[in-house]
């Protein structure tokens, strides 16, 4: 009876730490996007890893900046065109 409970203790803590890796993991991949440019990637990840992990205020704060930076140059780029006149 021991032995499965310790088993059972054992699978547990390995589902856990494995649940908590796969979010790393994504949150890690969304940095390197983000510090290579592709931010609606990275703000696509960042989002993928904060609805997984809601109390994480790391990755809510990583969406919510991402997301302000990409609107920015969203926002930059249309003005651009505007001002050319370049409405293709």
Same mark, same amino acid.
């Not at 969304?30 to 990637?41: F, W």
């Not at 140059?73 to 065109?81: F, G, K, P």
């Given at each position: 009876?021991?032995?499965?409970? #310790?088993?059972?203790?054992?699978?547990?803590?390995?589902?856990? /730490?494995? %649940?908590?890796?796969? %979010?790393?993991?994504?949150?890690?991949?969304?940095?390197? /996007?983000? #510090? =290579?440019? *592709? /931010?609606?990637?990275?703000?696509?990840?960042?989002?993928?890893?904060?609805?997984?992990?809601?109390? *994480?205020? =790391?990755?809510?704060?990583?969406?919510?900046?991402? %997301?302000?930076?990409?609107? #920015?140059?969203? /926002?930059? #780029?249309?003005?651009?065109?505007?001002?050319?006149?370049?409405?293709?």
């Amino acid at each position: 009876m021991q032995r499965i409970m #310790r088993t059972m203790l054992v699978i547990c803590c390995l589902a856990l /730490l494995a %649940g908590c890796t796969a %979010g790393r993991t994504t949150f890690d991949k969304a940095q390197r /996007l983000e #510090r =290579e440019g *592709k /931010l609606d990637e990275a703000y696509i990840k960042y989002a993928e890893v904060s609805m997984a992990n809601p109390d *994480k205020q =790391e990755y809510r704060m990583s969406v919510l900046r991402t %997301g302000e930076q990409a609107a #920015r140059i969203h /926002l930059q #780029r249309a003005e651009d065109y505007m001002a050319a006149k370049n409405y293709d």
